[in-house]
């Protein structure tokens, strides 16, 4: 090679890097272990609500005073958090937390800590928005923190669910 010229050898072999990096990362998205935690670490959101929410009844000091079932009501609840809280937790997993897996996952840099973070910030953000887009003239009360909470549940629990049980070689 002479003096002024330029490898494209080494330039080929870097695009083609990238370019199985790119493929390796978009393809990852339909592996099982990926599609399993889309699924199901949103479910994590409306249990943690519910039993923050049952925390924060057992020690409340105040008594009802109508006859309403409490076990009763305590359970329709955590059905309509689950059917309400739910779709909210799946499109911020698929917007958010998937997108993020793949690039933590591509860099290899410590995934819990920033799927949990980046959880918490969203479902911060995310449920007093929602609860007042519910109700926007009410006062839905929740625990503090119940979003931030929840948020960083399922930021953990799809971690869990998407990490490989067996380390690769390189």
């Known amino acids: ?10 330039l080929c072999l870097s695009e083609d890097r990238a370019a199985y990096r790119y493929y390796n990362a978009m393809s990852t998205v339909a592996r099982p272990r ?3 935690a889309t699924l199901v670490a949103p479910m994590a959101a409306p249990v943690v609500v519910w039993i923050g929410l049952l925390a924060t ?53 410590v995934a819990w800590s920033i799927l949990a973070a980046i959880g918490a910030i969203v479902g911060g ?3 007093p928005a929602y609860l007042h887009w519910l109700v926007p003239r009410g006062n839905i009360r929740m625990w503090p923190g119940a979003g931030a909470v929840a ?16 380390h690769p070689e390189n």
């Open 57 to 109: 009844a057992i020690a409340s000091t105040h008594q009802a005073n109508d006859q309403t079932d409490p076990v009763a009501g305590f359970l329709f609840l955590g059905f309509a958090l689950f059917v309400f809280g739910y779709p909210v937790a799946l499109t911020a997993t698929i917007a958010i937390l998937l997108p993020v897996s793949i690039l933590v996952e591509r860099y290899r840099v």
């Open 1 to 10: 090679m002479g003096g002024g010229e330029l490898d494209t050898s080494l």
């Open 151 to 166: 948020g960083a549940a399922v930021g953990l629990l799809f971690w869990r669910l998407n990490r490989r049980t067996t």
């Open 125 to 127: 953000l995310i449920m």
């Open 34 to 36: 990926r599609i399993r």
